[in-house]
């Protein structure tokens, strides 16, 4: 037998089956660099990341703006208990609101509080004033934080100040929400986003994995040796994933050491059922990427749709955004996805600790799915097996030219991205794909009608009405109403209802004799949003009935509705979100994402171009791509390749989807051009050191989600490590995802984003003389071979 050039050659073992077709794998895994950078440094990388990200697990020391218009001692207790609030710090002191917007758009703070002028007469007068917390609601996560910081330091500043009495008759007293954090009471962003996001990294890496391993048999490797080491189709299937499963069970018992033995969090549940759901999930994504490949019998073709497919997964997952708010097609497309089960699986045991019997449902359909795709993987095999594949006629070597000027390495690199279906695919057709699947999850915006149960103990007029008005707030549905609490907390766990109220006997008793009345409220924080949400609807809620029952009836709009009100609190403390006023999940994450795309397919795709061209004219074609005016051509040829996606992304489905979007153009455009370029140039760079086209997607495609926690959006910069946080600037997307938002859903101008806009100009230089230098010295030898 002689085997392809670029295949490990293996002796004919004397008995075909699966431990032979293994043996042949790991033989191939220890010669290829490629192989051996995926399944080993790759995760490992990714994990340590992502690790060091997440390090600070409790967000801290937000920056916050304080515009204190009244300078009195009121004023001053008000700034003091905000300075003393662990999770924010005060970073600046504005003397109007302009001042205090111009910070928040600079990003030099997240939020700001605004003391009105006559705080301290107004409130000695009964007149209830308010202070405004004025919060960036566009970054979700850090807004969200500090507004609860401010508000939670406030309320306890307010609730110290002396009282004045305007009324001899005795006021009726508030009810009370008596917070009861269930599953993550510290609100440890390792327990809720770490343990979801190693796993998510680590499903891409696998379905990669998988396709390589398939889809290089096609061409780099020997189709026909493989199946008759194997014996059989399955044989030879089973064999191959064989070593990958073993490889990657371990990488996932790495990223869960790292929760529960690193971050020391709490394991709740059955570690055997969460290692079968992970063994599944490493079944059904290997087997997905194999899939692709019998499919496509492309490698390049092969892995750009399970790129396709698996990137957006974390959306569809329902860890950021619940999958009971998605639409019908986001929950539709995430249960045909194995991560969706499993992080399911995995938090309902790892965190929140239910009965074995309640993760049966979604273990089943993890593993029909494994089942499944295996399955198709084999069958189509076999059909393979059946119709081997015509060996592939010599690519013919390229017609010999000079050295390029830059209006004709333009030309040339336009006309190869068109010719070239992979290329084309990654830098033209991914962004619309993108555009089309990766908002679906979040297009709901808003999490309504979250299930609750409410336990009414008490049996009166006033709990009746306190029931109507948590099934009537927007973010509320009574679902059940158990008549114990213990009742309650069963379906809790059965993940029928995501909070309970108690209403306990006497509450309306203590009302009317003036007293504190407690509500208990058990709220499941394993999924933030959905606990942030449910919690604010049962908060509003009863603020509603509380300041019906203080008022007795008066107008809202009222000056004895206000008196009345000041007696139990003499401030009014109000949020007031910023640029997402509606506070919409979509309108968050997808602008952000949206970025991070564009420069994840034009990253691959110029990665991908260098790639090609050595596989077509040797190092010969890769000393001309490194001429100073090819790189200046090829970039530019990229960016005009690039432009109509920037345009949908940025202008078009912004409108199309609901979303803010900026009418000053001209701003994005300024910083759009050194952004393109910065990435085509590192992906230049990157292709130089490439010998195949599908190199850059299998190295690159992974890094998207640590990126993305990179930037401060989703997560703030404050709680990154410093020396992790210089470090990320290396990458456009740091400084183009936070520019671009600022600009097209904030309103910033270029003069707001000048040190952004300056970062990606020097990024732009270098590695542009990165992309000459690496042509000229990988001309020698790539440093990622195949052997």
């Known amino acids: 037998m002689i085997a392809r050039p670029g295949s490990v050659a293996d002796p004919m073992p004397a008995r075909p ?46 920056r916050v703006d304080i515009v204190d218009q009244d300078q009195t001692p009121t004023s001053l207790t008000l700034v ?39 705080l301290e007469r107004d409130m000695t007068a009964g007149r209830r004033p308010q202070v405004v917390i004025f919060y960036n609601k566009q970054y979700f996560t850090p807004g969200n934080a500090a507004s609860s910081s401010l508000q939670a330091a406030l309320a306890a500043a307010v609730a110290a100040l002396p009282t004045f009495p305007h009324s001899k008759t005795t006021s009726p007293g508030p009810l009370v929400v008596e917070q009861y954090v269930l599953t993550n009471p510290a609100f440890n962003y390792v327990q809720f986003l770490l343990r979801a996001i190693l796993p998510t990294v680590l499903h891409v890496v696998m379905a990669i994995t998988g396709g390589y391993a398939i889809g290089s048999e096609f061409r780099r490797r020997d189709l026909r040796d493989w199946l008759d080491v194997g014996g059989t189709p399955l044989a030879a299937l089973v064999g191959k994933l064989l070593p990958y499963c ?6 996932m018992t790495i990223g869960l050491g790292i929760i529960h033995g690193l971050y020391q969090v709490p394991f709740r549940g059955d570690p055997i059922l969460v290692g079968a759901a992970a063994c599944l999930l490493i079944v059904a994504y290997l087997s997905m990427g194999a899939l692709f490949q019998v499919l496509t019998r492309n490698l390049a073709n092969g892995l750009t749709l399970t790129g396709i497919v698996c990137s957006p997964a974390f959306g569809f997952a329902g860890v950021g955004f619940p999958v009971l708010a998605m639409n019908a ?61 015509p060996e592939p006629a010599p690519s013919p070597p390229p017609h010999s030219r000079g050295r390029l000027g830059i ?29 089309v699947l990766y908002p679906q999850p979040y297009l709901g915006e808003l999490i309504r009608g979250v299930p609750i149960a409410v336990v009414d103990d008490d049996s009166t007029p006033l709990s009746r009405t306190i029931v109507q008005t948590l099934n009537a707030d927007e973010a509320l549905e009574v679902a059940i109403r158990p008549a114990t609490l213990a009742a309650a907390q069963m379906a809790l766990a059965r993940r029928e209802v995501f909070g309970i109220v108690d209403i306990p006997a006497g509450t309306e008793r203590e009302v009317l004799k003036g007293n504190k009345a407690r509500l208990p409220a058990f709220v499941d924080s394993a999924y933030f949003l959905l606990y942030s949400r449910t919690l604010q609807g049962i908060v509003e809620s009863v603020g509603s009935v509380t300041a019906d029952v203080i008022s007795r009836g008066a107008r809202p709009d009222g000056s004895l509705y206000r008196a009345s009100l000041s007696q139990s609190s003499p401030v009014e403390i109000l949020n007031q979100p910023l640029f997402n006023p509606t506070g919409g999940y979509g309108s968050y994450i997808v602008p952000a994402a949206f970025v991070l795309i564009l420069q994840q397919t034009l990253l691959l795709g110029s990665a991908t171009l260098g790639g090609v061209a050595f596989e077509t004219g040797g190092p010969r074609e890769r000393r001309r791509r490194g001429a100073v005016a090819a790189v200046l051509g090829q970039g530019l040829a990229h960016m005009m390749l690039t432009l109509p996606g920037c345009a949908l992304y940025l202008v ?109 100009w020097i990024l732009t230089g270098v590695y542009a003389l990165l992309a000459v230098a690496s042509a000229r010295l990988a001309t020698a030898g790539s440093l990622i071979d195949d052997h």
């Not at 928040?104 to 509080?113: D, E, F, L, N």
């Not at 073993?246 to 990488?251: D, L």
């Not at 699986?345 to 449902?361: K, W």
């Open 246 to 251: 073993g490889i990657f069970a371990v990488q």
């Open 329 to 389: 097609f986001g929950q539709a497309w995430g249960a045909m996805l194995p991560l969706r089960w499993y992080i399911q699986i995995l938090f309902d045991q790892a965190a929140r600790g239910v009965p074995v019997a309640d993760s049966a449902r979604p273990f089943m359909f993890l593993g029909g799915l494994a089942t499944a795709f295996f399955c198709l993987a084999w069958l189509r095999l076999r059909a393979i097996a059946r119709n081997p594949l």
């Open 652 to 760: 078009v489905l912004p409108r199309i989807y609901g979303f803010s979007a900026t009418e000053h153009v001209v701003d994005l455009s300024i910083v759009l051009i050194p952004f393109l370029l910065s990435v085509s140039f590192l992906g230049q760079f990157a292709g130089a050191w490439a010998k195949r086209r599908e190199t850059a997607v299998l190295l690159l495609i992974a890094i998207s989600l640590p990126l993305f926690f990179l930037v401060g959006v989703a997560w703030p910069v404050e709680a990154i490590p410093p020396l992790l946080k210089t470090m990320s600037v290396i990458f456009p997307s740091t400084s183009g995802i936070d520019a671009l938002v600022r600009i097209n859903q904030m309103g910033a101008s270029v003069a707001d984003v000048s040190r952004e806009w300056m970062t990606l």
């Open 80 to 118: 003091q208990a905000i300075n003393g609030a662990p999770g924010v710090s005060v970073a600046q002191r504005s003397s109007d609101l302009s001042g205090a917007m111009h910070a928040v758009r600079s990003g030099a703070a997240i939020a700001t509080v605004y003391i009105p002028q006559d």
């Open 407 to 435: 209006v004709h390495a333009f030309a040339s690199e336009y006309g190869r991205v068109l010719r070239d279906r992979g290329a084309f695919g990654l830098m033209v057709l991914g962004p619309l794909l993108y555009g």
């Open 17 to 62: 089956g699966v431990v032979a077709a293994a043996a042949r794998e790991v033989r191939w895994i220890r010669h290829d660099t490629v192989a051996m950078l995926l399944v080993l440094w790759i995760p490992l990388m990714a994990f340590a990341l992502l690790a060091a990200t997440f390090s600070d697990a409790v967000i801290r020391d937000l």
